[in-house]
């Protein structure tokens, strides 16, 4: 089971861009899909985005294409969530999830889950 662990979030204003990343362990990484989801408070996790495993497609929740990039470097087993244009309403702890199944938008279709990177943007 690969081993996820997120960084690079933090507090930043309104129109800034932070970029996150997400370390995954063991020598398998460029078999697995991965993903970002997020959970601001009070609400379920909602998906963000994913990308295949050798990064030829990529996909996202409809409301943040354009503001958000995903991508991986597979030779340091590595995938990142760039977002720009950051808005108060992306406050919530960003989540780094793997799949070896079928891309999906929902909690279910993920498999294993780094503990979360909380991003905050002040208005």
């Known amino acids: 089971q690969v081993q996820l662990v997120e960084s690079g979030g933090g507090l930043v204003q309104a129109g800034g861009s932070l970029r996150l990343s997400c370390a995954a362990s063991g020598r398998t990484f460029n078999t697995y899909h991965m993903g970002w989801f997020r959970q601001a408070p009070g609400k379920e996790r909602e998906f963000v985005a994913a990308i295949s495993w050798s990064g030829g497609n990529t996909y996202y929740a409809d409301s943040l294409k354009g503001r958000f990039t995903i991508s991986r470097d597979n030779a340091k087993n590595t995938v990142y969530l760039q977002m720009n244009s950051l808005k108060p309403e992306d406050t919530a702890v960003y989540y780094c999830?793997?799949?070896?199944?079928?891309?999906?938008?929902?909690?279910?279709?993920?498999?294993?889950w780094g503990q979360g990177t909380q991003v905050t943007v002040s208005s």
């Open positions: 999830t793997s799949t070896t199944r079928l891309i999906g938008t929902t909690v279910a279709d993920w498999t294993a």
